[in-house]
Structure formats: C-alpha cells, structure tokens
C-alpha cells in the first residue's frame, strides 16, 4: 500500500511510498524546513495534522482472473516484440487485432475453438472498459522498469 505524504501549508507532496523509514524521514524534514520541533513519538502517535501533515493511503487494486491472463499476454508479446521491432501501442493494438481477426472468423463455433486455444483472447473479451484501464496501468508499470534496467 502506498502513502502520500501532504505538507497542507503550501500543498506540497513530501512524500509517495510504502517504505516506512521514508515516509518518515520526509516527514522530519518537513517538520525542520517548517521551524517545528516534533515530539519524540510524533511518527507512531499519528497526530500529524498538528504539524500541517496529512497522510492519505492508496490502495492499489489487485487484478481479477482475466485481467491477468491478459496482463501475462501483454507482457510475453512485449518481451517478443524486438521481433517485431513493436512500440507499447502496437502490444495493445495487436490484441485488439487478434480478438477481432478472431471475433470475425466467421462461425460462433470457430469463434469459440479460438478463444479455447488463446485465452487470452477470451478474457480480454470479458473485460469490462474499467478493468482494462487497471490492466494497461500494471503494464504500463511493468515496462517502464524493464526498460529502466
């Protein structure tokens, strides 16, 4: 879970982690930026508005069944796509692709033969517009470390 950290004089974010030590050291530096002098169990005794802090937690959601067959897709294409020589739009296009190529095969029947042989093709179908969303953060996440490395 992360931790935003507010500084509520001027609205300045100090901090966004889930590192504890962190969060609390942004917290000390606010405080000596400020001229305030905190207590010495100022951190655990949570009475951070006092000292003009707020702290918000986000909780990040966790993906449901398809979503991650889908996000498992999504990252194997984009580790194959040097093949392909693919930028991140093109990933998402080509599933988009392969559910339509798919969808319009013709019979239901074949319809269905596919969705049982890629099924990611299936659960990318049953996502909902939000869900998608989630998906392509996690992705996006995901790919910019790998490409930090």
């Known amino acids: ?12 974010v100090l901090c ?12 000390v530096n606010y405080l000596i930026d400020t001229d305030q002098e905190p207590t010495e169990d100022f951190f655990e005794s949570r009475n951070w508005g006092e000292y003009d802090i707020e702290v918000y937690e986000y909780h990040q959601p966790q993906l449901n069944e ?11 294409t984009w580790i194959d796509r040097k093949k392909n020589c ?3 739009f093109e990933v998402i296009n080509s599933l988009y692709y392969q559910f339509d190529v798919a969808w319009g095969k013709g019979s239901y029947e074949e319809f269905k033969r596919i969705e049982k042989d890629k099924p990611y093709i299936k659960a990318y179908g049953e996502l909902k517009a939000p869900e998608q969303f989630e998906v ?5 996440r995901w790919a910019l470390k790998k490409e930090e490395k």
């Not at 879970?1 to 300045?12: F, H, P, Q, R, S």
């Not at 966004?16 to 917290?27: D, G, L, Q």
């Open 86 to 88: 693919w930028f991140p």
């Open 66 to 76: 398809n979503q991650q067959i889908v996000l498992e897709w999504l990252k194997s």
């Open 16 to 27: 966004i982690s889930n590192n504890e030590n962190k969060i609390k050291e942004s917290m």
């Open 1 to 12: 879970m992360l931790k935003i950290v507010i500084g509520t004089n001027e609205g300045k």
């Open 136 to 140: 392509l953060e996690k992705f996006s």
